[in-house]
């Protein structure tokens, strides 16, 4: 939807913006709980807010990258938990996710000189400004007329506007934008993200944008013609936020911020995504998954046999990208073959020659996880810990993970359940005292690695559900 905005009249967003998060997010925890680094570590993770584009957080060639992804993750390395990432690229919408508790931290880049109730801002994570993006004089758009009339009679976008994404609300800053370019230009709040606006510009459907200055270095190196040497407000400082209740947390992010801005490797991190010339090479990509919703080369065949089994494609996708990072030729020293690393005996006993084509070694992966489905369907019936006992089974064999079942209900834990349950048992099948005993069938197994499957194929997995988005398909 698409809304003229007066510079004059102030916008009665709250409303709005709580409702559609209720809508949402219809189980937001209590504004009222705490998120101090002790809760933080008994849940198990850090949960951090941010946008996705070209420099904050992204998916290329199958794997999650991104400044700010980095930055979070190496925090969450610090704090000794695993990172959980949820996006919100609406600003009005991210911050009062993060009040509301969906997340512990909110890394977004706020101006620190913004006003908000309820949130602090830790210190200095960068600096930036805000620019006009148009394109240079002279320079043709990248698409033809034909494409931009098509392209402004679906949208309604069109020429003598300023567009802004929604939820920017400091339109004070661009009057003397405003000013130049001429009393007739007007400002159009739209709900897209900036790059896409960038985008726009290039392609001439629309002719001004704002964004912030890194953000429109880095997408000028994928789009030459645009002009964004105009400022449309003064330097300003931002900083990632925390809820005002978030005590130590709070205490511990800043000092590990303060110290971590001061090393080389802040500066190497800082030059790979702002002063990088790969970064165009990277947006220009097929596999740059923000744009063209693609994880990798084989992803209609992954959709086409995924479907036809029930499985969400990405976590397929997750899968094969752990087994083999999508090379079709890859094969193990255990004889594991292909994208999804099948064995041969396993191929076998479904008739399927897994070395003649991508599409013969998906179908046989997709057999062996229906399989695994119809062992565990009954055995857990939680769709999600479910999954995880199926993962599990596809690198370790079902066997070891039935006996780590039975080592759990023997010594009174949750058999149904994977984190700190089943996992744990099987990570003690290496211990005599455990492989030995009575409901033990399958003798020796050494965990370490199933374990790490299952988290790594999942946390994989969850990006691209962040990026790429599409209903679970079981």
């Not at 969450?76 to 996006?87: C, R, S, W, Y």
């Not at 800053?173 to 159009?188: A, F, M, Y």
């Not at 030459?224 to 809820?243: L, S």
């Amino acid at each position: 939807m698409i809304k003229r905005v007066s510079i004059s009249i102030a916008v009665l967003t709250v409303v709005v913006v709580m409702y559609s998060l209720f809508v949402k997010y219809p189980r937001l925890i209590s504004a009222n709980n705490t998120f101090d680094l002790d809760s933080i570590k008994k849940r198990g993770k850090l949960i951090a807010l941010t946008d996705f584009n070209s420099t904050d957080y992204f998916i290329y060639k199958g794997e999650p990258m991104g400044f700010t992804y980095e930055l979070l993750s190496l925090f969450a390395d610090h704090i000794g938990v695993p990172l959980e990432i949820i996006t919100e690229n609406n600003p009005d919408k991210a911050v009062e996710l993060l009040k509301a508790g969906k997340a512990d931290i909110l890394a977004t880049g706020l101006p620190i000189n913004g006003v908000l109730t309820d949130v602090q801002f830790c210190v200095p994570v960068d600096e930036t400004r805000k620019v006009l993006v148009k394109r240079k004089n002279g320079v043709k758009p990248e698409k033809g007329p034909r494409y931009r009339n098509q392209v402004r009679e679906q949208t309604g976008l069109g020429k003598n506007t300023l567009y802004v994404q929604t939820g920017y609300t400091d339109y004070q800053s661009v009057l003397p934008v405003i000013q130049e370019l001429g009393d007739t230009v007007s400002i159009l709040d739209v709900p897209y993200e900036p790059e896409k606006l960038i985008r726009l510009v290039a392609e001439g459907v629309i002719d001004y944008t704002i964004c912030d200055e890194n953000l429109a270095i880095v997408n000028s190196t994928y789009y030459p013609g645009i002009d964004i040497n105009t400022p449309a407000g003064p330097k300003e400082q931002v900083a990632w936020a925390v809820k005002s209740n978030s005590g130590n947390l709070f205490t511990e992010l800043n000092n590990w911020i303060s110290s971590y801005r001061n090393t080389a490797d802040f500066a190497l991190l800082y030059a790979e995504y702002f002063r990088n010339s790969r970064s165009g090479i990277i947006i220009k990509s097929n596999y740059y998954a923000i744009n063209t919703g693609r994880i990798s080369g084989y992803d209609e065949i992954i959709r086409k046999y995924s479907a036809g089994s029930g499985w969400d494609w990405r976590l397929v996708a997750s899968i094969i990208c752990q087994e083999s990072r999508f090379d079709p030729s890859v094969q193990s020293g255990a004889g594991a073959y292909g994208l999804m690393q099948i064995m041969p005996e396993t191929a076998e006993r479904y008739g399927i020659d897994i070395t003649a084509s991508p599409d013969s070694n998906i179908i046989a992966g997709m057999k062996y996880l229906n399989s695994l489905y119809k062992i565990f369907v009954k055995k857990i019936p939680d769709e999600k810990e479910r999954v995880k006992f199926i993962l599990a089974s596809y690198n370790a064999g079902p066997g070891h993970v039935l006996d780590a079942m039975k080592l759990a209900q023997k010594n009174g834990m949750d058999s149904s359940k994977w984190d700190g349950n089943v996992a744990f048992w099987l990570l003690k099948k290496s211990e005599r005292e455990h492989y030995t005993d009575s409901v033990v069938s399958h003798g020796y197994f050494k965990g370490v690695e199933s374990v790490h499957f299952v988290s790594q194929v999942i946390d994989r997995y969850n990006h691209y559900r962040n990026i790429v988005p599409e209903k679970w398909r079981r």
